[in-house]
């Protein structure tokens, strides 16, 4: 399916979903649900729970409603749209587990594939002036060193080194810290400290960046693995270097997604040309 066919297929799925929550789901009162979606005996999609977040009306009335025969009549519809648009996203509704709507300002409604809870209120305001900083870091490094395109790149977490010889120009040596991956499968974010596959000395190395963060009021931190987005994941590396005054973050690919490293105390390599 072309890109342009899937977004206009995508609008229309989101057009009636949206008309469908205002009428029969006290739209108005909230701002996201999260519809827990699996495979019946048949194959077929069917709605194994729904979370309601954001609530700004009457919590009661809101409960009363979801609670109620008009949700159940609609079940079935949310079902079948949310298996449509993992469909349309390339992904695997049996990975992702249901989907999440979420209301905008214009009371239209926006597509987050997996159960994506409501952002911690400081991430969701610092958000993008996070990712400001971290392009703003990341482009210094780029035009200092041509970090990271064109040249090689070698990683050793175990060591907390990374080391990049550019095809001309100055080497660069920087100290490296496992901060999370995320897996655009099952669109999950995992922070580096409970990582199974990361070596118990990487884990620790991880877990003090974030024992080290003064703000404890996001849940974001105490949560070992939660879905999210791929902007999600890298706004949480931002944090994560912000806090930690590092240099900039380094995004690798891997079998399983995507591999973000925080880099500190970055210098040119000695015997650089």
């Given at each position: 399916?072309?890109?342009?066919?899937?977004?206009?297929?995508?609008?229309?799925?989101?057009?009636?979903?949206?008309?469908?929550?205002?009428?029969?789901l006290?739209?108005?009162?909230?701002g996201?649900?999260?519809?827990?979606?699996?495979?019946?005996p048949?194959?077929?999609?069917?709605?194994?729970?729904?979370?309601?977040?954001?609530?700004?009306?009457?919590?009661?009335?809101?409960?009363?409603?979801?609670?109620?025969?008009?949700?159940?009549?609609?079940?079935?519809?949310?079902?079948?749209?949310?298996?449509?648009?993992c469909?349309?996203?390339?992904v695997?509704?049996?990975?992702?587990?249901?989907?999440?709507?979420?209301?905008?300002?214009?009371?239209?409604?926006?597509?987050?594939?997996?159960?994506?809870?409501?952002?911690?209120?400081?991430?969701?305001?610092?958000?993008?002036?996070?990712?400001?900083?971290?392009?703003?870091?990341n482009?210094?490094?780029?035009?200092?060193?041509?970090?990271?395109?064109?040249?090689?790149?070698?990683?050793?977490?175990?060591?907390?080194?990374?080391?990049?010889?550019?095809?001309?120009?100055?080497?660069?040596k920087?100290?490296?810290?496992?901060i999370?991956?995320?897996?655009?499968a099952?669109?999950?974010?995992?922070?580096?400290?409970?990582?199974?596959?990361?070596?118990?000395?990487?884990?620790?190395?991880?877990?003090?960046?974030?024992?080290?963060?003064?703000?404890?009021?996001?849940?974001?931190?105490?949560?070992p693995?939660?879905?999210?987005?791929?902007?999600?994941?890298?706004?949480?590396?931002?944090?994560?270097?912000?806090?930690?005054?590092?240099?900039?973050?380094?995004?690798?690919?891997?079998?399983?997604?995507?591999?973000?490293?925080?880099?500190?105390?970055?210098?040119e390599?000695?015997?650089?040309?």
């Amino acid at each position: 399916m072309e890109a342009e066919e899937s977004r206009a297929l995508r609008g229309e799925i989101l057009d009636d979903i949206g008309a469908l929550l205002r009428d029969e789901l006290l739209a108005d009162a909230w701002g996201r649900i999260l519809v827990e979606v699996v495979r019946g005996p048949d194959g077929a999609p069917l709605v194994a729970g729904i979370d309601v977040e954001e609530v700004m009306g009457d919590e009661a009335l809101v409960d009363e409603v979801f609670g109620g025969d008009r949700a159940r009549a609609v079940v079935p519809v949310l079902a079948k749209a949310v298996e449509a648009l993992c469909a349309i996203d390339g992904v695997e509704l049996d990975d992702v587990r249901g989907g999440t709507f979420v209301r905008q300002p214009d009371d239209g409604f926006a597509w987050l594939a997996g159960l994506v809870h409501a952002p911690s209120a400081r991430l969701d305001r610092e958000r993008d002036d996070l990712l400001a900083r971290l392009r703003a870091k990341n482009d210094a490094l780029r035009a200092r060193f041509g970090f990271p395109s064109g040249g090689r790149v070698a990683t050793d977490l175990l060591s907390g080194t990374l080391d990049f010889v550019p095809p001309t120009g100055p080497s660069m040596k920087a100290r490296a810290s496992l901060i999370g991956t995320f897996a655009p499968a099952s669109r999950t974010w995992g922070w580096g400290a409970t990582n199974p596959h990361a070596p118990e000395a990487v884990c620790r190395t991880s877990a003090r960046l974030i024992d080290d963060v003064v703000d404890r009021d996001m849940w974001e931190l105490s949560t070992p693995v939660f879905a999210t987005d791929e902007t999600t994941a890298w706004a949480l590396a931002a944090f994560v270097c912000d806090r930690a005054a590092g240099d900039g973050v380094y995004c690798a690919s891997d079998d399983e997604g995507l591999v973000f490293v925080l880099l500190r105390d970055v210098v040119e390599a000695p015997g650089s040309p």
